[in-house]
C-alpha cells in the first residue's frame, strides 16, 4: 500500500471546523486551505517564501505559492492523497508561527522579518567574515 493511501483525507465540514480552531486566519477554497500573507517590502515577500519553502523540504510537503511586492499567497493540498490532510495542517501551523510567530494580530501588516531571518543574516555574516580573513591584505 502506497504512503498516500495511507494518509487520511478530511471532508469539506471537516477541513472548515479544524481551520476555524486551529488556523483562523486561514480559508478552504477550491479544494486548498490558503492564506495571504501581507508583508511590508519584496524584501519580507522573499522572506516569507523562503522560509515557507524551508518548512515544505523539511516536511517534504510542497505548497503552491504565488507572490507579489507585498504579499505571498500560500496553497497547501496533498496532491498524493486528492485532498486534505494532517500533512497540510502541520505545515500551515508552523509556516504562521515561523513567519510572524503566535497570537496573530488582527488586521495587522507584519513588518517584522521571518524568525529564520536570524538564521540567515548570522549565515551570511560568517561568509563574510570568512571571506575577509581568506582575502590577501595588500597593506600587509
Known sequence: MSEAA??????ELEIKARLQQELPRWVYEGGWIRRTYKTASWKGTLMVINTVGHLAEAAWHHPDLTASYAWVEV?????????????DFEL??????????????????????????????????????GAALHTPNAAL
Do not use: M
Request: glycine content about 6%; overall charge positive.
Open 6 to 11: 495511507k494518509e487520511e483525507t478530511y471532508s
Open 75 to 87: 496553497r497547501l493540498q496533498n496532491h498524493a492523497a486528492k485532498g486534505i490532510t494532517d500533512k
Open 92 to 129: 500551515a501551523k508552523k509556516s504562521r508561527k515561523s513567519c510572524f510567530g503566535s497570537p496573530e494580530r488582527r488586521g495587522a501588516r507584519w513588518k517584522a522579518r521571518p524568525r529564520i531571518s536570524v538564521l540567515l543574516i548570522s549565515t551570511i555574516k560568517k561568509a563574510k567574515l
